[in-house]
């Protein structure tokens, strides 16, 4: 019964469909239906679409699991001597997946012809739209069209049947004067947050200022809201209360529906104006000069108002009967004076630098940001010209379609900037550091994230349509093909999920390994580096193979292009590989550990970190050494520290000819069994070692306790052997040449 009972559903939904897609294909055949009638019938094509689209992977483990089933019987012999428990069992499986197969395919041929209505509807409404902008209209400058505009536009505002009856009827002015009481209250109210609401919240605003503190920039942003919500919460007091004298039309009832609406426009324009360029220097996000800043708070006042009267004339022309030429002739104004006041905010911006901080910085902090005014400031300087000229041809759209998306793009991308700086300033009073701060990652990040949020809003401002975004997405949710897998968003976040879930237990577990059980073993710090490192790699492996089995990626129909793109990338990278295998090898064999004193490729230094790729060494010029670990592998090193610590020290001293050398030997010997960090066993040997040019050359041949002193004894023996020799009158030469002339008479003859 259920089963009947799904199968009449799906019928239903069928013969509906059948009946929506007849309809589309009709409108789209005459092409006559206005775009609201095609935009419904999309979106009803696209419901379907959408559940098509879900019907196509109904029972899809099943199929797949019927097809590895048949698979695994085996191919078909060719000739067809197959036992009958073989054929039987396929043709039972084959039947299976034909049942299975049939509702999928046919959701298959629905979701074609639904996605193919849809794109056809888009193309006509694509077409419809250039169409419309490249049109030549009425020019604005034709005398011939203003008598024509003027007519129309004062009977717009005639005051209509519907208006006159009201103040006629008395009982309307009856209930009228009974709500007088409150009516007047309520305006006074309203004219009292109109008038007073923003300098209040001006007051606390400056409070906030002069008090200063940690979390100020955040506490600012929200009181400065209230610069917006307290005049707006009048126009709605102000709003209802005309409403409630019951004496107006509508005309009227209309101009107050978007009453709020408008003052909602000119005090976001303000608000925008003071925080992108206020007169206090640390509020300010755009660092202009003062007079600069007092000149864009003045254009974009006027840009508001402005940007208010067109709407307010398009409001007025719908409400009554005009052309495209009274459309025309009273827009170009509105047009031109937006265009002037964007030219001139585009000018300043243009100019805009940003002062480096110090002499002969060459990335001076907010050069980026400057970089992208002083484009947007050409940007608008180009509209502003190009807008009106073409208004004025008669391509009043094509003009209104350029100039409108641009104000409202520098409108979002300027809020844009605000709510960045806002998160900024969250994030420096949640981690309780400076203003630094703001330039820090996760600011920028966000930042970044803001910009692509607006994406959907730049584009809904330069004519894409809601259901072009809609697509779109409708599109990535379906994700794309590659070979017989189809990869979906969803698949991606649940990979991201197990990964980073499995990731973060690899590293729990290796620092509990590292801090808790680890120390109480008698491993050195190498080994343990080692342990830790391994248990890394394994997990951060097992969670990207569980990842990707989690999210039911089949990249089997990707082994031949991984292969052939091993081949290019193993010619590539083999440097790469052979580093990496190399530091496997480091972690495994362990013949340097961190810490150790090591000497390679004419480095000497201490090992402080050993990588996949390379291995970080110290030198004692403070420098860090970068060495590819298949150096470490390949070539000679020398550890002076691996086992034990400790090392020789030779030190050479040379006394003059004519010294006692077994009362040189014993003075060497008594200083060097003085010294704390040298071994008695075994014993310090004293080396008569030559007889040199100059002296009489000595050796102290010492083992140190630990070889890392060894530039201190060295300091410490040469100051007792030169105490000790000046005490014991032991000279210690230097280098002396003696001239012999060997005919002394021929130089006496040439003196005289």
């Not at 917006?228 to 101009?255: H, K, N, S, V, W």
């Not at 009554?320 to 030219?343: N, R």
């Not at 620092?511 to 710090?525: E, F, G, Q, W, Y």
Request: glycine share 8%; charged share 20%; aromatic share 10%.
């Amino acid at each position: 019964m259920a089963q009947d009972a799904d199968k009449t559903d799906i019928e239903a939904t069928f013969k509906a469909w059948e009946n929506v897609a007849e309809l589309a294909e009709t409108a789209i055949d005459r092409n006559i239906a206005s775009n609201e009638r095609l935009e419904r019938l999309r979106a009803e094509v696209a419901v379907y679409r959408s559940d098509f689209s879900a019907a196509s992977q109904v029972n899809a483990e099943r199929i797949a699991t019927l097809r590895k089933q048949i698979e695994a019987l085996g191919p078909v012999p060719e000739n067809s001597e197959e036992s009958i428990e073989i054929r039987a069992r396929r043709t039972e499986l084959d039947a299976q997946l034909e049942r299975l197969l049939e509702p999928v395919r046919v959701a298959e041929e629905a979701f074609r012809r639904a996605d193919g209505l849809v794109r056809e509807i888009d193309a006509i409404i694509r077409d419809r739209q250039a169409r419309r902008l490249l049109s030549l209209g009425p020019s604005p400058l034709n005398p011939a069209n203003w008598p024509v505009a003027a007519d129309e536009f004062f009977n717009i505002l005639k005051p209509g049947s519907d208006e006159v009856a009201a103040f006629r009827d008395p009982d309307l002015r009856k209930a009228f004067q009974e709500k007088l009481p409150l009516i007047l209250l309520l305006i006074g109210i309203a004219l009292a947050l109109i008038i007073r609401g923003r300098t209040w919240a001006g007051i606390w605003l400056n409070y906030l200022r002069e008090w200063g503190g940690r979390g100020t920039g955040v506490w600012g942003f929200l009181v400065s809201l209230l610069r917006i919500f307290l005049p707006l919460t009048g126009f709605f007091i102000l709003t209802y209360a005309i409403r409630m004298t019951g004496m107006i039309g509508e005309t009227m009832d209309l101009f107050l529906k978007f009453l709020p609406f408008f003052a909602f426009v000119l005090l976001w324009f303000r608000w925008l104006a003071e925080r992108l360029f206020s007169r206090f220097d640390d509020i300010a996000l755009i660092q202009l000069p003062p007079e600069k800043r007092r000149a864009q708070r003045l254009y974009v006042l006027l840009l508001s108002v402005f940007f208010v009267s067109t709407g307010v004339i398009e409001l007025l022309l719908e409400t009554g009967v005009s052309g495209p030429a009274t459309e025309a002739v009273l827009s170009f104004p509105f047009i031109v004076l937006i265009a002037l006041v964007l030219g001139g905010m585009g000018r300043i911006l243009r100019g805009y630098v940003v002062s480096t901080e110090q002499a002969g910085e060459e990335t001076p902090r907010g050069g980026g940001l400057a970089r992208v005014l002083r484009g947007f400031g050409t940007a608008m300087m180009v509209v502003s010209v190009v807008s009106p000229i073409m208004a004025a041809i008669g391509y009043g759209e094509a003009g209104s379609a350029l100039l409108f998306p641009t104000v409202i793009s520098v409108l979002i991308l300027s809020f844009m900037l605000t709510l960045q700086r806002f998160f900024a300033d969250v994030y420096c009073l949640i981690t309780k550091q400076g203003p630094e701060a703001r330039e820090a990652l996760i600011p920028v990040i966000t930042g970044f994230v803001l910009v692509l949020l607006s994406m959907p809003l730049l584009a809904l401002a330069w004519g894409a349509r809601v259901a072009d975004l809609t697509e779109l997405w409708a599109n990535f949710s379906r994700g794309f093909e590659i070979g017989d897998t189809r990869i979906s968003p969803g698949d991606f976040v649940t990979f991201a999920v197990i990964f980073v879930v499995g990731y973060s237990i690899t590293r729990l577990v290796q620092s509990t390994i590292r801090v808790n059980v680890l120390p109480k073993t008698k491993m050195d710090i190498g080994g343990q580096n080692a342990i830790v490192s391994g248990l890394g790699y394994i997990g951060i492996f097992l969670a990207a193979l569980l990842a990707v089995t989690g999210a039911g990626l089949d990249l089997s129909s990707l082994a031949i292009v991984a292969g052939a793109l091993s081949v290019g990338i193993g010619f590539g990278l083999q440097t790469i590989v052979s580093n990496f295998v190399s530091g496997i090898i480091l972690l495994i064999e362990r013949p340097i550990s961190e810490g150790d004193w090591i000497e390679v490729g004419g480095q000497m230094g201490y090992v402080r970190d050993i990588s996949v790729r390379a291995t970080r060494i110290e030198t004692f010029d403070r420098t860090d050494v970068i060495v590819p670990n298949a150096d470490l592998v390949s070539g000679t090193v020398t550890n002076y520290t691996r086992g034990n610590k400790v090392g020789r020290l030779i030190v050479s001293v040379g006394v003059a000819y004519g010294t006692d050398t077994r009362r040189v030997e014993a003075i060497l010997k008594e200083i060097a069994n003085a010294q704390p960090m040298v071994l008695s066993k075994p014993e310090p040997m004293i080396l008569f070692n030559n007889f040199g040019a100059d002296s009489l050359e000595f050796e102290i041949r010492m083992i140190l306790r630990d070889v890392n002193w060894i530039m201190a004894v060295k300091n410490d023996i040469n100051h007792e052997i030169a105490e000790r020799f000046a005490k014991e009158d032991i000279e210690v030469p230097f280098a002396q040449r003696d001239i012999w002339l060997r005919n002394p008479e021929a130089l006496k003859d040439a003196k005289s």
